[in-house]
């Protein structure tokens, strides 16, 4: 397939259950390159989505492509060139690290040199060697999860999806695995599923925000931010007569709003509110400046991933 084809392309795709639509027409695409961010609450239609993708679930309706080839009628394709790890790691327990990740390698199509190769490949990107000879069920959990993407990239893909990878895992594990996320993200496709709101800032460049089986929100991590900003306020500690500081802002045309607030010692919290989305630093760091002000902080506001998510889905979620 041309490397021009997205990696993965969804239309109106929709999984009903009885008695209730898991997913529900929902349509992106996302690029080859890009490692991407499924974000949302329990029971949002994150993980169906990916097992569909997957080939592994069946949808209602709907089309879905993966590498250009169709989920529904070229599986085997799909399959070929997808990493999966799911949220419920089915790892075998009394194999250890070594002779699972070649037998997986074997099930996955690769043959007796291909796949001693790919397995110490694996086993040194994430981590494993010194756990090599190791049992599985012996392992602690982040070195499990560390066997499961081990698993997910032995055949090579070009797509790996991650469901819930740190779920479970302390905080240390977790930094260790989002490290491994960011690493895989220089040579693979990565979508990413996630409760975990930092969990998308940390590792993604995008992010799809789902809901009730719909998507809310699709746009770059950043961008995303910066779209919902609240009012893009500047917020500035200065050393300065209150009086002069209300001069000096209050009557400016890109000004709608000054605010004061006493500090510590002779410092003011300046808190201005731009017209149009302003971004008023530049003018704040000029206005201190000429006057002589000692400035010992200067910062504008912008919206966490957990503020757009609770913006969007205000008034939307079930009572339980």
Known sequence: MAQSTPMIEVENLTKQYPG?????????QIGRGEVVGFLGPNGAGKSTTLRILSSFLPATSGTARVAGYDVFREPDEVRRRIGYMPENNPLHLDMRVREYLKFRARLKGLGWRRSRERVDAVLQQCGLT???GRIIGQLSKGYRQRVGLADALVHEPDLII???????????????????????GRNHTVVLSTHILNEVEMTCSRVLILHRGRILASDRTEDLTQRMSLDGRVV???EAPAAQLLEAFRDLPEVERVELEPLDGNYLRLSLVPRHGADLRPLVFAEVRDHGWPLRELTRSRHSLEDIFIHMTRGKVRED
Request: no cysteine; hydrophobic share 45%.
């Open 236 to 238: 500035a500690e200065v």
């Open 162 to 184: 991650l469901d819930e990878p740190t779920i479970g895992l302390d905080p240390h594990q977790i930094r260790s695995v989002r490290a491994l996320v960011k690493e895989l």
């Open 20 to 28: 209730r639509t898991a997913v529900d027409g929902i349509s992106f």
């Open 130 to 132: 010194e756990v090599a």
